[in-house]
């Protein structure tokens, strides 16, 4: 398979890389980016993009890919809903737009938030938001499509966060890990990865999927 990745250079994004670089399923990794991660494989080509709330110019660029994990956000803290909306929504729904007129047989997964809001109706701005970018998603039309609502994420390897309040809360975190690993919320940037790329011929009904159901997709492939 084929895929697109936004978000490469977060924790994320670059959880979901490492595991498409080894995964035997992938043959071809394409990075989408506002700068030049600096890492060189032979599956991997990367596109520098300054306007993410325009994609439309890359279409050609998406044609013959099988899906896309959109990995990239940012934080709703000192953020207008106004501000977010437009980080959030805005950014998938361009993004969402491009892949499905490359391709509307494409899997597009969009990595959301625990807590969100599929009724976008509730009291937490950024539940809301993040709800109503998810719906847009699963009703576009696209072949099939996820919502990972990712809770908790253990980086492993050179996997780190790209905020240094994070990075040290991970810090003081480490010694944890073994025990963390064991709850079944939690989850790996291995097991993440491994979740992505099998959910792309999951054809399952259950599309909202949390820590658990990460972690069992990630074993099902």
Excluded at 93 to 113: H, I, Q, R, W
Excluded at 193 to 215: C, F, P, R, T
Aim: glycine fraction near 8%; charge should be neutral; hydrophobic fraction near 35%.
């Amino acid at each position: 398979m084929n895929v697109i990745i936004t978000g490469s250079t977060g924790m994320v994004g670059r959880s979901t890389l490492n595991e498409c670089l080894v995964n035997d399923k992938v043959e071809e990794v394409l990075i989408v980016n506002r700068r030049e991660l600096g890492i060189s494989h032979p599956k991997l080509k990367e596109v520098i993009h300054s306007d993410f709330t325009d994609f439309s110019k890359l279409a050609k660029a998406f044609s013959g890919f099988d899906a896309c994990f959109h990995c990239m956000g940012v934080s709703s803290v000192g953020k207008s809903e106004e501000e977010f909306h437009k980080f959030t929504f805005e950014i998938t729904k361009s993004l969402a737009d491009t892949c499905y007129a490359a391709n509307p047989e494409m899997v597009f997964n969009y990595v959301s938030g625990m807590g969100t809001d599929s009724s976008e109706q509730g009291p937490t701005m950024w539940a809301r938001v993040k709800g109503k970018t998810e719906n847009y998603v699963l009703n576009k039309g696209f072949k099939d499509a996820y919502m990972f609502r990712l809770g908790a994420l253990i980086p492993e390897g050179e996997v780190s966060s790209g905020t240094s309040w994070y990075k040290y809360i991970y810090l003081l975190m480490k010694p944890f890990y073994p025990l963390l690993k064991r709850i079944k919320s939690v989850t790996t940037s291995s097991k993440f990865g491994k979740a992505m790329i099998n959910s792309v011929h999951a054809n399952q009904d259950l599309k909202h999927l949390e820590g658990a159901a990460i972690n069992q997709l990630a074993e099902n492939g």
